[in-house]
């Protein structure tokens, strides 16, 4: 149930928008175990002055294909998977578009299945 929302420079091409799609959902299928069918994303190309971060601030250096990642989910998986995924996100998307790790940056937030609906109003809780 994430929904996906990634940021960047504007300038790149469907095809690596596309690249970049598939490795954040591969992670996701991988390491947090979601169906393969569970896919929600919103990708979002910014001019340079609409994108604003620190080139070097705990990390880096950055560079102008620096991407802004933040993945909405259900409940907690927990440190131990969270750490997981966040290794096997660099690294998809290293091998599938050539994104350096250092320009990876991500936020997770979890929320409760009451939290959620995938259309018609319906709640994934039962009615009460």
């Given at each position: ?118 259309g018609g109003g ?7």
């Amino acid at each position: 149930m994430p929904l996906v929302r990634l940021a960047l420079v504007r300038g790149k091409s469907a095809e690596y928008l596309a690249s970049i799609s598939d490795a954040i959902h591969d992670a996701l299928v991988s390491d947090f175990k979601m169906p393969d069918e569970d896919r929600f994303q919103i990708l979002t190309q910014h001019e340079h002055h609409e994108m604003s971060f620190n080139r070097t601030f705990r990390g880096g250096p950055r560079s102008d294909n620096f991407m802004i990642l933040s993945i909405l989910g259900g409940p907690d998986p927990g440190l131990g998977v969270k750490q997981a995924f966040l290794k096997q996100l660099v690294k998809n998307l290293q091998a599938a578009a050539g994104v350096d790790p250092e320009d990876v940056f991500v936020t997770l937030q979890y929320g409760s299945a009451e939290d959620f609906s995938f259309g018609g109003g319906r709640s994934l809780l039962p009615d009460v």
